[in-house]
């Protein structure tokens, strides 16, 4: 905590944020993962709650999103704070190439392309390396949950009236340290309010919709 709050000390920031979005979610799933949980064809579902969601809260142009930038959920979430005109901040919590292959490349290669557009995005993005921020992660302690603890003690150093928390959940304990459950645990320790999308109602949808398509296909052929 006290590294972190002295990487924040550290920050100039270029503006005042009238509201702060931390997103937390999961991302696409690995080729080898057993059961479904963010299947590719769930992205434009899992992309029309998020949107929902900021238009919920009201997010527009002078606010701050703040997400890792990882397949699914972080970067359908960046690319939708930017398209509302928000400050987005990347918050990795390895280098960019560990990071990339860690959580991007391996669902594919147009999440790597979609992770190099967001960061396109000069004027309004800005990438920081956790390493850099706030120096090795200590022996025995673990990246991911550092790095939810840095981005969500980064976004109430701005005033928690000010932040708004979006999460893309299954509602299952992940069985993994820094998962989005342990992010909603985080949150909800310090009295912060979480917006679920419900990625199993979302994964429903889906496959309703797949079994129409294929009911449909069997009435053609």
């Not at 390396?129 to 976004?155: C, K, V």
């Not at 304990?173 to 009295?191: N, P, Q």
């Amino acid at each position: 905590m006290n590294t972190v709050e002295r990487a924040i000390r550290k920050l100039v920031p270029p503006f005042v944020p009238r509201r702060v979005f931390l997103f937390t979610g999961h991302m696409i799933d690995a080729p080898d993962r057993p059961t479904e949980r963010f299947p590719e064809d769930m992205t434009d579902f899992a992309k029309a709650a998020i949107e929902r969601a900021l238009d919920m809260f009201g997010a527009q142009e002078g606010d701050l999103a703040l997400c890792e930038g990882a397949c699914g959920g972080d970067l359908l979430f960046a690319r939708a704070a930017l398209d509302r005109k928000l400050h987005l901040q990347l918050r990795l919590p390895f280098d960019e190439p560990t990071f990339l292959r860690k959580s991007v490349s391996f669902a594919g290669p147009k999440w790597r392309d979609r992770y190099f557009d967001v960061k396109a995005q000069s004027a309004e993005t800005r990438v920081l390396i956790m390493p850099a921020e706030l120096g090795p992660t200590p022996e025995g302690h673990s990246d991911f949950e550092r790095a939810n603890l840095w981005q969500l003690y980064s976004a109430l150093a701005w005033g928690p009236q000010k932040v708004r928390v979006i999460a893309l959940w299954n509602g299952e304990a992940s069985g993994k340290c820094g998962g989005t459950d342990h992010m909603i645990r985080a949150v909800e320790a310090r009295a912060g309010q979480v917006e679920i999308i419900d990625t199993k109602r979302l994964l429903r949808e889906l496959r309703s919709q797949r079994e129409a398509a294929g009911r449909s296909s069997g009435a053609e052929g």
